[in-house]
Each structure stands twice: as C-alpha cells, then as structure tokens.
C-alpha cells in the first residue's frame, strides 16, 4: 500500500463511519437523468454514490486508495454487489480503461498536480459522448486551500472540444462531513466529444 494509502486507511479507522452514508447532492441533482452505463466514482470512500448508482442500473467501478473504505463499501451495498467492482488503486498512479466509462464522477477528489498524466488519464477514461461530473469547495470560501491540488476551474481548461453544460459555484444542500464549514461548491459537468480531437 502507498503511503496515501496508509493515511486515508488512518483516518477511515479512526472513525466508525467518516460520511453520513447518503450520496453526494451534486451526484443525485445532476446525475439523475443520464441513462445508465459504466460508471466510474473516482476516490469512492465508504461507497453512498456508488451504491446510490448501482440502484439505479449502473455498473459501477468504485476505486479509493483506502482498503478499509473500501470494505465499508462492500457491506453497504451488498443488494447490488453484482453491479459495482470495489478497486483499490491510487488514480495518481494507476490507470483505468480508456473510452469505458459513461458517467466519471469525481466528487471532492484530490488529484494532485504534481502526478504526471493524472489528470490527461482521468479525463480518457470518459467514453465519447460521456458525461464527467466534478464536485469541489468553492475556494471563495473561508478556509479552503487548494494548494498542490486540481480546482474544477482548472480541470475545465483542460476541456478543449468538451461540452461544458454546468460550471458554477452554488451553495450546499447538505452539511459537509464533521468538522468542516464549507457553504458552497464549485460544480463541472461536461460533455466528451463524439469523436476523439486528437
């Protein structure tokens, strides 16, 4: 296991349950009428949107870097086990299949900058016409730090030939996990093209 791995390990073992176990709103507003496919949850945790996806006639694979939350995961959805892969991977590192996934929901991923290619990988998993959906902290809000990490305008740049039909910051629908204060999110939807522009 990677060091990354060992510290989202820590943290989920420090905690009976770290998220409160329902989906991401973000997920469910935006999601809801995209017919189902692949889907890929990058940085999965305890699995409520995968799971939330499975019942709805996805095929999910759910990928974290935390063996422990990825367990937790399993127990939660076993009425859909046959529809969701538990991976554990380090998405900085490791590659899924290019092309293979209608729906890539990336919900407040840290995907660092300094992982060569993360970001050109994560974005080539998204079959043609296929829908990505990235949820981050608004960084207008007090006491968010992006620091070395993507911030969903900077995945939009790189978006060339995409259709973006949602990029915009809006408040919360629900409270944030324990400890935290973010108010607000930053939300981009977008379009594969049909054809690749390569």
Not at 39 to 66: H, K, M, N, P
Not at 167 to 177: C, D, I, L, N, V
Request: glycine share 10%; aromatic share 6%; with cysteine.
């Amino acid at each position: 296991m990677t060091d990354q791995g060992q510290d989202w390990d820590g943290m989920y073992r420090s905690r009976e349950q770290v998220f409160s176990g329902e989906p991401n709103a973000v997920l469910v507003a935006e999601a809801a009428g995209i017919t189902p496919g692949q889907a890929l949850d990058v940085g999965c945790g305890e699995g409520a949107d995968a799971v939330w996806l499975a019942r709805r006639g996805w095929r999910v694979t759910a990928v974290d870097v935390s063996e422990t939350a990825l367990r937790r995961g399993v127990r939660s959805g076993r009425d859909v086990a046959e529809r969701i892969a538990w991976t554990r991977a380090d998405l900085s590192s490791t590659a899924m299949p290019a092309g293979a996934f209608e729906l890539v929901s990336v919900q407040y991923f840290p995907l660092r900058k300094q992982d060569e290619g993360a970001l050109d990988r994560l974005l080539a998993t998204v079959a043609p016409g296929g829908t990505l959906l990235v949820t981050g902290h608004d960084p207008e809000d007090e006491g968010v730090d992006y620091g070395d990490y993507y911030r969903p305008d900077e995945i939009a740049r790189r978006l060339a030939g995409w259709t973006v039909e949602v990029h915009e910051a809006r408040p919360r629908t629900t409270p944030g996990p324990e400890g935290t204060h973010h108010t607000r999110d930053v939300v981009l939807k977008a379009i594969a093209p049909q054809q690749s522009t390569e």
